[in-house]
């Protein structure tokens, strides 16, 4: 008789390092961001701090973590929430190299990078909602 795993199947998340890998690579990404003259005026809070601690919350949902985000968030409704901002090629370009600058600063393997990279690659061209 084979024997029954009680481990559960690790996910994502848990492979590229969990909580920390993503705290770190959100935290380069928001330095790229403070002083994006094409990011920074889209976020309106002085504090970058609250909308660092979104994303961060998110991505560990979305790769597998924790549900902090929809708990205290509700669905991610990502187009909806960025309706109010103008979102377009040039600041999709930018919000790229900042999010590259943080997938660069962790060690990933080739494979996990590419996961990871594709797709921010397409949600950033999904967030696009305006060519003024």
Known sequence: MGRVSTEATATFYDEIGGYDTIHRIVAK???GVATDPV???LYPEADLG???ERFRLFLVQYWGGPTTYS???GHPRLRMRHAPFKVTPEAKEHWLLHFREGLDSVD???EQDAQ???YV???AQFMVNTFE
């Open 29 to 31: 990404f928001y330095e």
């Open 39 to 41: 990011l920074r005026p």
């Open 50 to 52: 609250p909308a660092e």
């Open 71 to 73: 708990e205290t968030r």
């Open 108 to 110: 990933l393997t080739p």
């Open 116 to 118: 990871f990279w594709d």
């Open 121 to 123: 690659t397409h949600a």
